[in-house]
């Protein structure tokens, strides 16, 4: 198996963390961290020199290298869909930060894109490789919690002013697209819908109440799911000092309770607490208070995926596909904020 060069798209903060993951993946995967390219040339020469690897004076020269296999993109999550699109055609198979995209259109680009190029994508969503949280979701889908009732998730996050300052596109509408939920809160979304199912409905309330940025930093969102159970996220970045994010998970026969990727509480009429569950012991670092806080073991599941997905030519687990689905969610939020009404999820994936 030839091995695949890697490259990485922007220097930012959450770059070291995939290149650190991709040196990981090397000792087991046929993968090398090959090149690196950002807007700011001095960036890119520093990180380069950092990693030893490539530095290419533009993003047009990386991916018309045939050398360059596959690249992950690290920019402002308003130039995502755009890289991507311009990745997929030229046959770069992809790991995009989160959020894949902002506006429908651009998602619809990123998919259709992908698509016709034959090009894997992986949508960074690496929660979803926790075992607690798969855990988690099996118990729900296969009914062990009974009839489900509610599927919550609060995410109380806390972000300094000295953050948003760190970085003009942070906060702003066209280059981060939303705030507490768009940026920091995707996750919980995903993990969310990924464990619960489907979502029917939203009927949010966003609002800006303690940062001086152009996105919410506050929202209330109520859930249907098309099981017939409700829920509520609640997300802010604005609450000292910042807390894990909370899962919690009730059915008329059971209920999981999960922070971060540790499981506070899994208590089921009739069983025992299976002996291999370890309460309150979190896998992944959380990064409710600082961004930086993260470790790479997430990142390294992600990309491995995708490094497996071109080895045994498969879709990667969080592909496309599945990476339009939390930002579809978000984006209904926000209209539902905006006109005071609920939004249908189905019509809305639907409109054009």
């Known amino acids: 198996m030839k091995t695949i060069n890697y490259g990485i798209i922007g220097c930012g903060l959450i770059a070291d963390f995939h290149a650190r993951a991709v040196l990981e993946l090397e000792e087991t995967k046929p993968v090398k961290l090959y090149g690196v390219v950002d807007v700011r040339k001095e960036a890119a020469e520093k990180f380069g ?3 030893s690897i490539k530095v290419y004076d533009t993003i047009d020269d990386m991916l018309a290298d045939p050398e360059i296999h596959a690249v992950s993109i690290c920019t402002p999550s308003g130039f995502h869909s755009d890289l991507a699109v311009k990745a997929a055609s030229h046959g770069k198979h992809i790991v995009v930060e989160k959020p894949m995209a902002i506006t429908k259109e651009q998602l619809e680009a990123v998919v259709k894109t992908c698509d016709e190029n034959n090009v894997k994508l992986s949508s960074v969503a690496q929660m979803r ?3 607690n949280i798969v855990r988690a979701r099996e118990a729900v889908q296969s009914g062990k919690l009974g009839r489900m009732v509610c599927g919550d998730c609060y995410m109380k996050y806390y972000r300094s002013p000295e953050y948003y300052a760190q ?12 705030g507490a939920l768009m940026n920091q809160g995707i996750h919980g979304v995903d993990i969310l819908e990924f464990i619960m199912g489907p979502v029917k409905s939203v009927y949010a309330l966003t609002k800006t109440l303690a940062r001086n940025i152009e996105v919410e ?5 109520a859930l249907e799911y098309e099981s017939g159970a409700i829920g509520v ?24 309770k999960l922070e971060e990727d540790a499981i506070l509480e899994w208590n089921i009429e009739g069983e025992e607490t299976p002996s291999d569950i370890v309460i309150g012991a979190a896998q992944l670092n959380s990064s409710a208070s600082r961004p930086d806080s993260l470790d790479t073991t997430g990142h390294r599941l992600n990309i491995g995926d995708l490094i497996d997905s071109i080895v045994e030519d498969r879709m990667p687990k969080i592909d496309q596909h599945e990476g339009k689905k939390p930002v579809d969610l978000i984006l209904a939020i926000y209209e539902s904020n905006k006109t005071g009404k609920p939004v249908d999820m189905k019509e809305f994936r639907n409109r054009k």
Do not use: M, N
């Open 49 to 51: 020199e950092k990693y």
């Open 129 to 131: 490789f926790a075992d």
């Open 167 to 178: 970085g003009g596109w942070r906060g702003t509408i066209k280059l981060d697209g939303g």
């Open 217 to 221: 930093d506050t929202a209330v969102c």
């Open 233 to 256: 996220i609640q997300a802010t970045t604005s609450i000292y000092p910042g807390y894990p994010k909370r899962v919690e998970l009730h059915g008329d026969k059971g209920t999981i």
